[in-house]
């Protein structure tokens, strides 16, 4: 069965520093998605991709992150100078169409110390 | 409280018997969605269930969905010990763009 792969599984990084998440969607969608999930607390919505850009963003996406699709298979998160509380569950998803179930990945566990 | 709540926040039962969860929502809705979370794992999408239907069901899995009651419920039948996970409902309200949102979720726990 087709899978969305996200890469690292997990990443520790220095308060200020860069990081990009990197996932790969399942090839034949055509939505993305970026959420989080902070320890113990609901998923939450970060950014929707369709046509090469930004669809939809929260407002938990600020300045700071950035998505990127750079390749046609490649879906990215930026985010560009990490804070203690970014620390979370990253995950990617993608959906076939509007109004479809997502497929999700396994998620990057980023730990911002 | 926020759109899509579940309820209970936690359920424990023994194998074979069957579990019920349910989530609230405030908001009208597109679609409903139900996902399933082993722990520390990433969310695998059970059923979706639109606006205009009331009832779906995917092997033990059966939902309902009351929008005159903002609510919907999963129920597993038959459970197994590979059954226990968190469950999340998350609703798609908006117009543009799907964008879900999640409940607390329900962590259920089945014992052999």
């Known amino acids: 069965e087709p899978e969305v792969t996200q890469t690292p599984s997990h990443q520790v990084t220095q308060m200020g520093q860069e990081v990009i998440l990197r996932c790969v969607p399942i090839s034949n969608h055509l939505y993305f998605y970026w959420y989080r999930q902070i320890l113990g607390q609901k998923v939450e919505f970060l950014v929707s991709?369709?046509?090469?850009?930004?669809?939809?963003k929260s407002e938990i996406f600020d300045d700071q992150f950035s998505v990127e699709r750079p390749d046609g298979s490649n879906f990215t998160l930026k985010i560009r100078s990490t804070k203690l509380e970014d620390s979370a569950m990253y995950f990617c998803?993608?959906?076939?169409?509007?109004?479809?179930?997502?497929?999700f990945g396994s998620g990057t566990r980023l730990t911002v110390v | 409280s926020q759109q899509g709540e579940e309820d209970p926040q936690a359920l424990s039962i023994q194998e074979g018997e069957n579990a019920t969860m349910n989530c609230s929502y405030k908001t009208s809705i597109n679609n409903l969605q139900w996902y399933r979370q082993n722990s520390g794992r990433g969310l695998v999408h059970l059923i979706l269930i639109r606006s205009n239907e009331r009832e779906k069901h995917s092997g033990r899995l059966r939902v309902t969905l009351d929008t005159s009651k903002k609510s919907s419920s999963l129920l597993i039948t038959a459970s197994r010990a590979a059954d226990t996970a968190s469950y999340f409902c998350?609703?798609?309200?908006?117009?543009?763009?799907?964008?879900?949102?999640f409940g607390q979720g329900t962590r259920l726990t089945i014992n052999p």
């Open positions: 991709f369709y046509n090469n850009e930004i669809s939809e």
């Open positions: 998803a993608s959906s076939e169409a509007r109004a479809h179930g997502y497929t």
């Open positions: 998350a609703t798609d309200a908006n117009q543009g763009a799907q964008k879900l949102v």
